[in-house]
T-cell receptor, first 114, second 117 residues
Framework: GDSVTQMEGPVTLSEEACLTI???????????LFWYVQYPGEGLQLLLK?????DKGSNKGFEATYRKETTSFHLEKGSVQVSDSAVYFC?????????????FGKGTLLTVNP | DSGVTQTPKHLITATGQRVTLRCSPR?????VYWYQQSLDQGLQFLIQ???????AKGNILERFSAQQFPDLHSELNLSSLELGDSALYFC????????????????FGAGSRLTVL
């Protein structure tokens, strides 16, 4: 079945540091890939997505490139802010027949210190 | 505000009891999805409904059931509750049931936190 593996956290960085959160996936067919973010006490929000190989999703300074050859979708940001502190989830959406469901990684907690 | 409304936000109950969680999808969305988030299992897909019909089932226990009503709101019923059912339950909605997967973006509610004592 489909699965998503993302790097274990927690990740603690200083403000303005570079961020990379690794995500790899296993899926049949051609899934779409997503990063969701969960701020403390809130639900999940879509951060960015990519729907086919070599697509780059970007939002709020975050980027991720859909790499089919390495089955990866790593999340990157050049300079993190305290407000980026949250849990980040990598996910894939595979259209198995007529059913659609997101498969999530376990999440990575990011803490950014001033 | 994502547009997906979940009630109640918090619920504390005892083992063996039954609870109902409610979800109103974003306006125009026909699909509703239920997810369970726990510390040990992470985010687990439970079930999906599209326009009143069940479309996909995930790791949903037999003690749990759901339905989607004609006005498109959905309810998740959890019965014979056990300590291990304590979790955050998320509802999400989307426009599509089928078609190009990249367009099927899910919008999540803020969740209902269930504590079973």
């Amino acid at each position: 079945g489909d699965s998503v593996t993302q790097m274990e956290g927690p990740v603690t960085l200083s403000e303005e540091a570079c961020l990379t959160i690794n995500c790899t996936y296993t899926a049949t067919g051609y899934p779409s890939l997503f990063w969701y973010v969960q701020y403390p006490g809130e639900g999940l929000q879509l951060l960015l997505k990519a729907t086919k190989a070599d697509d780059k999703g970007s939002n709020k300074g975050f980027e991720a490139t859909y790499r089919k050859e390495t089955t990866s979708f790593h999340l990157e940001k050049g300079s993190v802010q305290v407000s980026d502190s949250a849990v980040y989830f990598c996910a894939l959406l595979n259209s198995g027949g007529s059913n659609y469901k997101l498969t999530f990684g376990k999440g990575t907690l990011l803490t950014v210190n001033p | 505000d994502s547009g997906v409304t979940q009630t109640p936000k918090h619920l504390i109950t005892a083992t063996g009891q039954r609870v109902t969680l409610r979800c109103s999808p974003r306006s125009g969305d026909l699909s509703v999805y239920w997810y369970q988030q726990s510390l040990d299992q992470g985010l687990q897909f439970l079930i999906q409904y599209y326009n009143g019909e069940e479309r996909a089932k995930g790791n949903i226990l037999e003690r749990f059931s759901a339905q989607q009503f004609p006005d498109l709101h959905s309810e998740l019923n959890l019965s014979s509750l056990e300590l291990g059912d304590s979790a955050l339950y998320f509802c999400a909605s989307s426009v599509f049931s089928g078609g190009y997967s990249g367009a099927n973006v899910l919008t999540f509610g803020a969740g209902s936190r269930l504590t079973v004592l």
